[in-house]
Every structure is written in C-alpha cells, then in structure tokens.
C-alpha cells in the first residue's frame, strides 16, 4: 500500500512562496509520474504539474515560470516550489502518485492560501 504525505502549505500573501512536500512510502510498481493537483471552491480539481519517473516536467499554463516540480529518488519526494503566487493560486493541494498497473494514489491535501 503506498501512502503520500504533504506538508508545507499555508497562508502567503500576493508574490510571496511556499514550498510543498509529498513523502512517499509503500512499494511502488511501475511508476508512471508524481505530481499536484489542485481544487478551488466551486472547481474541480486540475492538474498544477507532474514529474515522470524519467524526469520529464509538465505544467499547466497558468502555473509555467512560477511554480518548479522537483522530485528526490532517493528520497521519493516530490517538491513543488511556487512563486509570485496569486490569489486564483488559493486551493486545496493534493498530492498524486500514477502507476501503471495500480492507477492514482492520493495525499490527503494541504491548503494553499494567497490574500491580495
């Protein structure tokens, strides 16, 4: 069973950063990426970025030139640092694991909040 574990959300104000963290534990088969998705009240959640298991970045428009995906192998941590963030970044920050023979794997959330 693999369980993901986030941390580092919080309250920013306008331009500021914050880092998010997610620790994977378990045994993991045939990974296919680690990444975040995110929801805003009212809206379903998105995809912010993922990380492949070769290394391969992908960012929704919105976030490129702001927020940076990072992952340590050895660690099996995936990072996401965000920058110059703004209020439509508000939302809750979920975590995501994909294997090919198992699916999606999901943290529990953490709460990202940007005032004006």
């Known amino acids: 069973q693999v369980q993901l574990v986030e941390s580092g959300g919080g309250l920013v104000q306008t331009g500021g950063s914050l880092r998010l963290s997610c620790a994977a534990s378990g045994t993991i088969f045939r990974l296919l990426f680690m990444g975040w998705y995110r929801q805003a009240p009212g809206k379903e959640r998105e995809l912010v970025a993922h990380i492949s298991s070769a290394g391969t970045t992908n960012y929704a428009d919105s976030v490129k030139g702001r927020f940076t995906i990072s992952r340590d192998n050895a660690k099996n941590t995936v990072y996401l640092q965000m920058n110059s963030l703004k209020p439509e970044d508000t939302g809750v920050y979920y975590c995501?694991?994909?294997?090919?023979?198992?699916?999606?794997?999901w943290g529990q959330g953490t709460q990202v909040t940007v005032s004006s």
């Open positions: 995501n694991l994909r294997t090919i023979e198992r699916g999606d794997y």
